[in-house]
Nanobody, 121 residues
Framework: VRLLESGGGFVQPGGSLKLSCSRS????????MGWYRQARGKERELVAT???????ISAEFVKGRFTISMDDAKTTVTLQVNHLRPEDAAVYYC????????????????WGRGTPVIVPS
C-alpha cells in the first residue's frame, strides 16, 4: 500500500492549486486522511484532516481558503488551496491513517513523499 501525491507546483500569490493523494492497494478501514506541510527551516504542521464521517480538524490559516475532501471509495484525499500566499510555500505531505486488515492491531499512519507548493514573495 502506497500513497501518491500530485498537484503541487509554482503559483503566483492569489492563485490556486488542487493537491491530490491517492492510495494504491486495499485496506480494511480508514480512520482519517489529511495534509500537513513543512516550510523550509520550520517544523511540519497540520493543515487539515478529515474522517470518513466528515469530522474535520484544520489550522487557522486554512479558513476561507483551503478545502479538504475525500472520495467515496476512501482512497483519495484532495486539498483545494485558493488565495495562496508566500507563507503557504512548503512541501505538502499527505497522511492516511488506516487499518490493513480485520485482524490487524490498530491503525497505522501512511505518509506520502510530499509535493512542493511554491509561491513567490
Amino acid at each position: 500500500v502506497r500513497l501518491l501525491e500530485s498537484g503541487g507546483g509554482f503559483v503566483q500569490p492569489g492563485g490556486s492549486l488542487k493537491l491530490s493523494c491517492s492510495r494504491s492497494g486495499s485496506v480494511y478501514s480508514v480512520k482519517r486522511m489529511g495534509w500537513y506541510r513543512q516550510a523550509r527551516g520550520k517544523e511540519r504542521e497540520l493543515v487539515a484532516t478529515l474522517t470518513p464521517r466528515g469530522d474535520t480538524i484544520s489550522a487557522e490559516f486554512v479558513k476561507g481558503r483551503f478545502t479538504i475532501s475525500m472520495d467515496d471509495a476512501k482512497t483519495t484525499v484532495t486539498l483545494q488551496v485558493n488565495h495562496l500566499r508566500p507563507e503557504d510555500a512548503a512541501v505538502y505531505y499527505c497522511l492516511q491513517e488506516i487499518q490493513y486488515s480485520k485482524v490487524s492491531y490498530g491503525y497505522i499512519e501512511l505518509w506520502g513523499r510530499g509535493t512542493p507548493v511554491i509561491v513567490p514573495s
